[in-house]
């Protein structure tokens, strides 16, 4: 059985969703704000997100995937779900559950770059440093580690664990 170390309890969680949705509903006034969540695992902190914010939004996913069942990302990078909304000369955010080398935001924001938007800023609710290969701007950011692998509230481990409400080091 592997250990799970508490990372983010439930009330950090809480509060760091509230915090950036208040930063996000006073940047985008006034704007046509747009999310796109990338699947699967964002799908937990998108839906805390977007019913927090104050600001009208539309809401769509895409899929990607580059793990495989390992911890590493393969730097393959596969779509799994396109785009439905029509993002042309919209304000585009980037909802990400965590970014760790960076390859798979780098190859996404590449793409969405190709349907002409007017603005792509990228929301992610952890940004793990150690690993990181390309050079992102992240724009806003819950929470911050240095390395380890992450499950729970949508993080997943070959598909185990997401369910969890809360984020824990998963120690194999
Ligand atoms: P990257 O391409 O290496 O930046 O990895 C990005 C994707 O891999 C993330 O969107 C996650 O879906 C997944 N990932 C990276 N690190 C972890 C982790 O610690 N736990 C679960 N999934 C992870
Ligand atoms: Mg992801």
Known sequence: M???IPVL????IDKMVAAVARR???DYQDRELILIGVLKGSFI???DLIRKLSIPVK???VGVSSYGSGTASSG???ITKKLEIDIKKKDVLVVEDIVDSGLTLTWLIDYLMSFKPKTIKVCTLLDKIERREKKLILDYVCHVVNEGFLVGYGLDYSEDYRNLPEVYHLKL
Do not use: A, E, G, Y
């Not at 309890?9 to 950090?12: G, H, I, L, S, Y």
């Open 45 to 47: 902190f998108l839906s």
């Open 2 to 4: 592997p250990d799970f």
């Open 59 to 61: 809401v769509d996913f």
């Open 9 to 12: 309890k439930k009330d950090d």
């Open 24 to 26: 996000i509903s006073s």
């Open 76 to 78: 393959k990078i596969q």
